[in-house]
């Protein structure tokens, strides 16, 4: 895992990328997350991911411009 990344607690895995970026308050809707994800702005786990249906597992790694967000689950 990234040295510098902020966790993020998940209810009910798995997740969708672009849900994700909503929930962490990284784009405003679906329309953003779609547009970034397909200009290949967003890597999950240190790879360029064009899928906005990309399910998320916990431990993914999301890194969107120099912030990286780790998913874990809530209890």
Do not use: H, Y
């Not at 890597?43 to 899928?51: A, G, M, P, S």
Request: hydrophobic letters at 40%; one cysteine or more; aromatic letters at 6%.
């Amino acid at each position: 895992m990234s040295d510098q990344f902020e966790k993020v607690a998940i209810t009910k895995l798995p997740i969708r990328l672009g849900q994700f970026l909503k929930l962490a308050n990284v784009v405003q809707d679906g329309f953003e997350a779609t547009m970034r994800i397909q200009n290949g702005e967003v890597k999950v786990n240190n790879k360029t991911e064009t899928k906005r249906g990309r399910k998320l597992q916990a431990l993914d790694e999301i890194t969107f411009g120099n912030k990286t967000w780790c998913i874990t689950t809530a209890l």
